[in-house]
């Protein structure tokens, strides 16, 4: 059931993909609600410290700051860290910050990170949307070979070989 919900869930968010910039207000409101979420876990003090790593990522004006919590984030796991970064993945206007997210995602590995790396590959930028492609090679799975699957169509020649390349060395 929860595998089905995922999936579900994953679907949904690469079909929402399509939709493209006018999606990006309902990411922002995400975004805000995910952090007053976090705010209030730090009030409550349940896990202030990895709550706070994850809301800095989210809302701090400095993009090294932010980048510096996502790294942070890893080492102080929070169970809304996946969703945070999917959430900057969408929204963060700093090509960096969005870098780091996708080496986080790259390194929590798991089925949600691997969903969750499908907003990099909507990414404008084609260098992200590469270090995500080799970010879904080394988390592996299903859902990553479906979501290299998808990265074959991309509109930049290298990517759609890469992750050719990349489903022949997952396939041996």
Not at 26 to 45: H, Q, S
Not at 64 to 71: C, G, K, N, T
């Amino acid at each position: 059931m929860r595998r089905a919900a995922i999936v579900t869930i994953g679907m949904m968010f690469v079909v929402g993909l399509a939709l493209g910039a006018g999606a990006l207000d309902d990411v922002e409101a995400l975004r805000e609600a995910l952090a007053t979420e976090l705010r209030n876990e730090i009030a409550e003090a349940t896990d202030p410290v990895a709550a706070e790593f994850v809301l800095a990522a989210l809302t701090e004006e400095s993009s090294a700051e932010r980048r510096e919590a996502i790294e942070g984030s890893i080492a102080h796991p929070h169970p809304r860290r996946v969703r945070a970064l999917e959430l900057i993945l969408g929204s963060d206007r700093d090509a960096r910050v969005r870098e780091t997210a996708i080496e986080a995602l790259s390194d929590i590995g798991g089925e949600r990170a691997t969903w969750a790396l499908a907003r990099a590959l909507a990414d404008r930028e084609p260098g992200l949307r590469e270090e995500a492609i080799y970010a879904l090679e080394e988390i592996g799975g299903d859902v990553a070979r479906l979501l290299l699957l998808q990265a074959r169509a991309d509109s930049d020649p290298g990517i759609r070989d890469e992750a050719a390349a990349l489903l022949e060395e997952m396939a041996d």
